[in-house]
């Protein structure tokens, strides 16, 4: 029988090489509710709920999305640890502001990884982004 419970200290530690560097980063095996909820949180942007005439008759609610603000919260959710140091060759904290500096190129291969760990939950059955897994 499985807990209801996720065990945030379950990791996977994935290596990857951008540039010709090899780096690793440890991402959580999966999310809990409340981060899956976070993270949804920050891709929605405002729900504009103010009614004009057309919107009252038509029910219409504008949304706005926030990739950007998702993006830097995606990694900061599912990332634990990373091996990126400074210029000096010491080990940069994982933090929002290390992550907002990050090259486009390792973020990139940062959300690959995350993506292919979704995958691979998915495919066990494990829930995903929210969705209620099917027996």
Do not use: C
């Not at 290596?15 to 991402?27: M, Q």
């Not at 729900?47 to 990694?75: P, R």
Request: proline letters at 4%; a negative charge; aromatic letters at 6%.
């Amino acid at each position: 029988m499985s807990s209801a419970f996720i065990d945030p200290s379950a990791t996977v530690r994935r290596e990857f090489t951008v540039d010709g560097n090899p780096h690793w980063v440890e991402i959580k095996a999966e999310l809990s509710f409340g981060e899956e909820q976070a993270l949804a949180g920050a891709l929605m942007g405002a729900m504009n709920t103010k009614q004009t005439d057309k919107s009252a008759k038509t029910g219409e609610v504008s949304l706005s999305m926030e990739f950007k603000k998702a993006a830097i919260e995606k990694i900061e959710i599912w990332v634990t640890e990373w091996s990126f140091t400074n210029a000096a060759g010491k080990t940069v904290a994982k933090t929002r502001e290390s992550i907002t500096n990050l090259r486009p190129t390792y973020a990139e291969a940062i959300n690959d990884l995350i993506d292919a760990q979704i995958e691979a939950n998915e495919a066990v059955g494990k829930p995903a982004n929210g969705e209620a897994s099917t027996p």
